[in-house]
């Protein structure tokens, strides 16, 4: 996720209708309701960090932006900051603070305009990227531990049983992925 609090979704990708014109909106519009920092959702390098004010470059509409690029080549943009904390070239670990949701460029209310394209450019739907990243987090005996009795009903004493067993951990971890695939 790109924020650490709660957030809502201003609005989806996808067609949208502004103003009576119905466009393709390429990334979701994102508003902080605990807090305006933003995060980022993965690890990568810093693309871009600007302010276009050009109105000849279509890119002024972003306002304060960055662009960070993943190991996996995907390119993610937050768009509308009021404040830009990374620089070019700077790399990113899952959770550092990169900027503050804002309301520069083409926008009407603070939000954070979320993007994600692919090498070629393309856009893909953002929410669907981030439920994948968070699928694929590490997953730790501990972490394994908490989503087994949440979703299993395992009292403590079951799970202390189960952790005595001479293979407990790799059992835990399996039991953990199944329920997470079954989702
Ligand atoms: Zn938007």
């Not at 739907?125 to 439920?131: A, Q």
């Not at 087994?148 to 979703?151: F, K, L, S, T, V």
């Not at 997470?180 to 989702?183: A, E, I, R, V």
């Given at each position: 996720m790109i924020y650490?609090?709660?957030?809502?979704?201003s609005s989806p990708y996808g067609d949208r209708k502004l103003n009576g014109i119905v466009s393709f909106h390429k990334g979701v519009d994102f508003v902080g309701l605990e807090s305006k920092e933003?995060?980022?959702?993965?690890?990568?390098i810093v693309k871009s960090s600007a302010i276009i004010t050009d109105k000849s470059n279509l890119t002024w509409e972003w306002g304060n932006y960055i662009?960070?690029?993943?190991?996996?080549?995907?390119r993610l943009f937050f768009c509308h900051l009021s404040e830009r904390l990374v620089?070019?070239?700077?790399?990113?670990n899952v959770g550092d603070i990169i900027g503050i949701e804002g309301n520069t460029g083409y926008s009407f209310g603070s939000h954070c305009h979320f993007e994600v394209r692919t090498k070629d450019n393309v856009s893909i739907?953002?929410?669907?990227?981030?439920?994948k990243l968070q699928q694929n987090e590490e997953l730790t005996i501990e972490k394994a531990i908490k989503i087994?009795?949440?979703?299993a009903t395992?009292?403590?004493n079951t799970m202390k049983y189960l952790s005595f067993y001479k293979y407990s951990d790799s059992l835990i971890l399996k039991l953990a992925q199944a329920i997470?695939?079954?989702?």
């Open positions: 650490k609090g709660k957030y809502k979704i933003i995060i980022s959702p993965v690890k990568g662009r960070i690029d993943t190991e996996d080549e995907y620089r070019v070239g700077q790399k990113i739907p953002p929410i669907d990227y981030l439920e087994i009795q949440e979703n395992l009292d403590d997470n695939k079954n989702k």
